[in-house]
């Protein structure tokens, strides 16, 4: 059946930006209502959704073409976005393409920064929640399991992560050009997540000494405090206190802005004298974007930092061709192995993930 079997559907930051992608980020709560609406849908035997600040990736089996419209009307309809506009930017593989887009995903070869790292966990986080949810089968586990074999294999068999700048590491060289020393630069660090600590760090490592958290969860906060010798502040307190840091580095969870421009304002105000750098890391954006056009404030966003990283990437794309020779010959290997489990799925089966959805709810 034309279209039937392994599919990929999405959208990524190659064709949209990062506006439309705060638009179909998916929070916790939202993958796990549509994960339940998914494991109800005709003709879908399996599936997995990938959701990151560069990414939003479903990976599925299906017994029909028209089972990826499904999962496409799904989503657009929990995420208010027009089908239409989506197809404008969607992204469209089957079979042997859409195992090498994983293999390079996972690789970090897709990634906005060749070669990050982040990427694997984040790839892995999706698939063993999918799995705990019942929502994979035969074919989708051998190929996220053997395409984090592959992902492994080109990681140490070429170059690939080698001189690889972070977003961390750009965010504190921008800091080190605005402000020259860091030692005596008071930084506040809003959401206590990994990639909030991983920035904090980077600071911490060159040289700067004045590190304020805060939460939403005051114990989180304090708890990472306490790791990073840092002070906590009540997640209340930052609009009004902004103007007593030098560098802002906005990394929550929140569904919507943090840090409005009204709060700038008020907060530059009070130095009129020394700029004010908000690092915002966050999906969707913790900061107002019209505060980018107040004086003596610097505004960067994670497509900024990530242009700027790429600037850098000379040494990595010269292993480009050695890495896509090796994920050609493992995808193709692995298409094979699972090209007569996915042809079976031409025999439909009856409504839903086989078996699964049962599972995903006990």
């Given at each position: ?8 559907i ?12 705060e ?17 109800g ?25 028209e ?17 239409i506009e ?33 990427i ?26 053997k ?39 008071r930084?506040?660090?809003l959401?206590a997540?990994?990639?909030g ?11 700067a ?15 990472l ?9 009540p ?16 990394a ?5 802005t ?21 690092i915002?890391l ?30 850098n990437r ?12 090796i ?35 006990t």
């Open positions: 059946m034309s279209g039937a079997g392994l599919f990929l999405g959208a990524t930051h190659h064709t949209a930006s990062l506006a439309v992608r638009k179909l980020a998916l929070d916790a709560a939202g993958t796990a209502a549509l994960h339940a609406e998914l494991t849908l005709a003709g879908l035997r399996e599936f997995a959704v990938l959701s990151t600040c560069n990414r939003i990736e479903f990976y599925g089996v299906a017994e029909a073409a089972t990826t419209a499904r999962v496409t009307a799904a989503f657009c309809a929990r995420q208010k976005f027009d089908v989506f197809e404008k930017i969607r992204l469209s593989l089957r079979g042997p393409d859409a195992v090498r887009h994983l293999l390079e995903v996972a690789a970090g070869l897709d990634s906005q920064m060749l070669g990050e790292t982040e694997f966990g984040q790839v892995k986080e999706a698939y063993a929640l999918a799995q705990a949810r019942g929502s994979t089968g035969p074919v989708l586990n051998r190929v996220f399991q395409g984090f074999q592959a992902a492994k294999h080109v990681r140490t068999q070429t170059a690939i992560t080698e001189g690889q700048v972070s977003i961390a590491s750009v965010a504190v060289d921008l800091a080190l050009n605005i402000f020259g020393d860091l030692a005596g630069t930084i506040l660090l959401g997540g990994d990639i600590e991983k920035t904090a760090r980077a600071f911490q490592s060159r040289g000494a004045a590190l304020t958290v805060a939460s939403r969860r005051f114990e989180r906060a304090m708890e405090a306490g790791a990073l010798g840092a002070s906590a502040m997640f209340e307190q930052h609009a009004a206190r902004l103007g007593e840091f030098d560098v802002v580095v906005c929550t969870s929140a569904p919507g943090v840090v409005p421009l009204a709060a700038a304002e008020a907060a530059i105000g009070r130095r009129p004298a020394r700029p004010l750098f908000f915002d966050a999906l969707p954006r913790d900061v107002e974007a019209a505060v980018a056009e107040l004086p003596n404030v610097f505004l960067y966003n994670l497509d900024d930092l990530a242009k700027i990283a790429e600037e000379a040494a990595r794309t010269a292993e480009l061709a050695k890495c896509h020779a994920i050609a010959a493992k995808a193709d290997a692995l298409w094979r192995q699972v090209e007569a489990q996915v042809a079976a799925i031409s025999q439909p089966a009856a409504p839903g993930i086989g078996g699964a959805g049962e599972q995903a709810r």
